[in-house]
């Protein structure tokens, strides 16, 4: 929903009229759309297709392909019930078979463990957690590795996402208004003299200082989120390293679902954010300070 309203915005012919129209209201709009029943389901399935291992859930991978396209009350039905049963019947087809309960070995338990106690993704620990509770089997072990964990890392990439996304909204609206006032001091300043003049550029002085208070914080949150998703990534990369020489069949699914790849992209968009806010940053600063200059 909200990537749809954004391309809207961008392919106006008044471009920046319709960056300006996403960011005062189309975006918060987009996001409750986001947030209806329906909407949801058809992300859930979606996501289900690009993270499952037909490998290790033949049966979820199949049942989310063909939800793909279904209408609203079909994967509704899904969600709600057919997910669980096509999950079950994975795990009864391991239970038979076996094959991955008897590849356990106590270094697996003990890694699980270890995630639930200090991975960095809630998601990653919620699932480690459920994997390991009381009256859990080798079973709930075997599809944490099959299943859980990439589902859940790749879950903690999208919160992460989005929760910077809504810290930047505030910003957002706050720029693009602060802005308008600026370019409005600015105008009535070069049309105006003596005293009109010199209210006009104190204006735009107090504006654009408003536009650098709100490009600060920012530029200042999507470093960090860049340098935290850098870190995420490396992480993700020695444990693709440590699955590719596992002797232990079950941590082979985690190479297909490349999250240190995930993460490494989300790194790429934070920059480009974080010198996006930095530019405007240093440019509201300029400003501010050339309308703050004592008049002659």
């Not at 990439?157 to 909204?169: Q, T």
């Not at 002085?205 to 960090?224: C, E, I, K, L, Y």
Request: proline share 2%.
């Amino acid at each position: 929903m909200v990537r749809s309203t954004a391309w809207t915005a961008l392919l106006e012919e008044d471009v920046a009229a319709g960056i300006l129209r996403f960011f005062q209201s189309e975006w918060e709009y987009a996001e409750s759309l986001a947030a209806d029943v329906s909407a949801r389901n058809n992300d859930f399935v979606k996501y289900l297709v690009d993270t499952c291992v037909p490998a290790y859930s033949p049966e979820v991978c199949a049942a989310a392909s063909d939800m793909l396209y279904a209408t609203a009350e079909e994967q509704g039905a899904f969600v709600s019930d057919g997910y669980r049963a096509a999950r079950e019947r994975d795990k009864r087809v391991r239970d038979q078979t076996g094959a991955q309960a008897a590849a356990l070995v106590a270094g697996d338990r003990a890694y699980v463990a270890h995630l639930r106690d200090t991975d960095p993704g809630a998601q990653v620990r919620l699932a480690a957690r459920w994997a390991l509770r009381d009256g859990a089997d080798d079973g709930d072990l075997v599809e944490f590795f099959s299943h859980g964990w990439a589902y859940s890392a790749g879950l903690d990439v999208r919160a992460h996402r989005s929760a910077i996304a809504a810290l930047e909204l505030p910003w957002r609206s706050a720029v693009a208004n602060l802005t308008i006032a600026a370019q409005d001091a600015e105008k009535k300043a070069r049309d105006s003299a003596g005293q009109a003049k010199i209210e006009a550029e104190a204006a735009a002085a107090r504006a654009w200082g408003g536009v650098a208070q709100n490009a600060g914080p920012a530029r200042t949150a999507w470093q960090n989120a860049e340098r935290e998703a850098l870190a995420r990534a490396e992480q993700w990369r020695q444990i693709a390293v440590a699955a590719a020489a596992a002797e232990s069949a079950n941590w082979k699914p985690i190479l297909k679902a490349d999250i240190s790849g995930q993460w490494t992209a989300y790194a790429r968009t934070a920059r480009e954010q974080a010198a996006y806010w930095t530019g405007k940053y240093n440019d509201a600063l300029a400003a501010e300070a050339e309308y703050s200059k004592t008049p002659a």
